[in-house]
């Protein structure tokens, strides 16, 4: 069984949850690697930024991937350094607020059962 391809529009959509829940208060992402980092719990910060590296990296968002894979090989360091981590965060949330402004208004993702939804 092939999958159809993806159409722009729904790739944006998908980048559109992709930033908000980045920022979600609550269960973001961005909220959850800060609070990693100010704890130092540098398992959570790798596997966050590893799960962020995937995600940007399939929706072709490749500065957003690099930074958080910059950020993931920086809490897998032997004796990670939390102020170059800390440096690397502000970056990576400055590229997503800059997808996330650089995106048109499109139906949320989660809303579509699938790509041809869109066109309906």
């Known amino acids: 069984m092939s999958l159809p391809p993806v159409d722009d529009t729904y790739r944006i959509a998908l980048l559109q949850t992709l930033a908000d829940e980045f920022w979600t208060p609550a269960a973001g992402q961005g909220g959850l690697i800060l609070q990693a980092l100010m704890q130092c719990d540098w398992g959570t910060?790798?596997?966050q930024?590893?799960?962020l590296k995937?995600?940007?990296?399939i929706l072709g968002v490749e500065h957003v991937?690099?930074?958080a894979a910059a950020l993931e090989a920086a809490a897998m360091a032997p004796r990670p350094n939390r102020n170059r981590a800390i440096d690397l965060a502000a970056d990576l949330s400055a590229a997503m607020a800059a997808l996330r402004r650089s995106l048109p208004p499109v139906q949320p993702a989660r809303t579509l059962a699938r790509p041809e939804a869109i066109a309906a």
């Open 45 to 47: 910060v790798r596997r």
């Open 49 to 51: 930024t590893h799960t």
């Open 54 to 57: 995937g995600t940007a990296a």
């Open 65 to 67: 991937s690099l930074l």
